[in-house]
């Protein structure tokens, strides 16, 4: 049996994939331009900036890890994201199922609190930040970054998991009390293990952030020692000259953990979003 298609759905249909061909895109080219950049000589880049390399240039990535200390930066960014993330993991877990499965005087008025931060620019924090820092005198440590990192991302993980806790449905956490289970081993035995991926979800936007992030690891730390990989970039930059070419070989370098990461967690981390609009 023939399927007929009216002329305005075809259009329909067509319009479709035009728009999700033109935002992908928008979102891949600038990323192949990068790559393909940071192949070229810096000759070729002020020459014919869109052109195909005419050899590739892979001593750029050998000259980026050597120009800016990029291993140790590497290492320092590694550890300051992974204890970020793992703080920022604890922290959330024990205050979501607090706020989700707990019925208390003033329950409401500390989650508002709490996810308020979420609708406050990150900027905002930074002289309050700075001189919280200095006087506890942790400035210039890896342990400010993970502080700070880890406060940061704490409104919008416990909005995450908060809402992932509500929806696992009460009668598992009842049955388990008529077994004989107290708070400790509902937290950990019942709710942690069903909420992982709301926890996965909230941990991968907190590594992301601790990656990526510029201006609070700028104003904290002043070394080589306690400086992070996004910083490493400006070095391929003087008063009078830079080296583009080594320089995208550099953020192609940083780019790669955050793309990694996200393509082999993109379904939990979507999973994680939309399981908290499910009422269990």
């Keep these: 049996m023939k399927h007929y298609y009216a002329p305005a759905q075809i259009i329909a249909n067509l319009l479709k ?35 195909w390399p005419e050899k590739l240039q892979w001593v750029n990535y050998a000259k980026a890890l050597a120009m800016a200390s990029l291993p140790r930066l590497l ?10 993330v793992i703080l920022n993991s604890i922290v959330t877990a024990m205050a979501s199922f607090i706020l989700s499965r707990e019925r208390f005087r003033g329950r409401d008025v500390l989650y508002t609190v709490f996810t308020a931060g979420v609708l406050v620019p990150v900027i905002s924090f930074m002289v309050p930040y700075f001189s919280f820092i200095t006087k506890s005198g942790l400035y210039n440590t890896l342990l400010a970054l993970v502080l700070v990192y880890t406060a940061v991302n704490i409104p919008v993980s416990i909005f995450l998991v908060t809402a992932f806790m509500k929806s696992i449905p009460r009668e598992l956490e ?9 708070f400790f081993k509902r937290f950990s035995v019942i709710i942690l293990p069903l909420s992982r991926s709301g926890l996965v979800t909230a941990a ?10 510029f201006l ?12 992070t990989i996004q910083l490493g970039i400006k070095f391929f ?8 070419a080594s ?33 269990g």
């Design 174 to 182: 009842e049955a388990s009390v008529i077994d004989g289970c107290g």
């Design 75 to 84: 290492l320092n960014s590694v550890v300051v994201a992974a204890s970020a």
């Design 247 to 279: 320089m995208y070989a550099a953020v192609i370098i940083t780019i790669i953990p955050s793309i990694v990461g996200y393509v082999f967690l993109h379904d939990k981390i979507i999973g994680g979003l939309t399981a908290g609009g499910v009422k």
């Design 237 to 244: 930059t003087s008063q009078f000259i830079t080296d583009y």
């Design 17 to 51: 994939w035009i728009l999700l061909v033109s935002l992908l895109a928008v979102a891949l080219l600038p990323l192949l331009w990068l790559l393909v950049s940071s192949l070229r000589t810096n000759l070729e880049l002020q020459t014919n900036p869109f052109g």
């Design 216 to 227: 609070m690891a700028m104003l904290l730390t002043s070394s080589i020692e306690s400086r």
């Design 204 to 213: 991968t936007f907190c590594f992301i952030y601790s990656w990526n992030e």
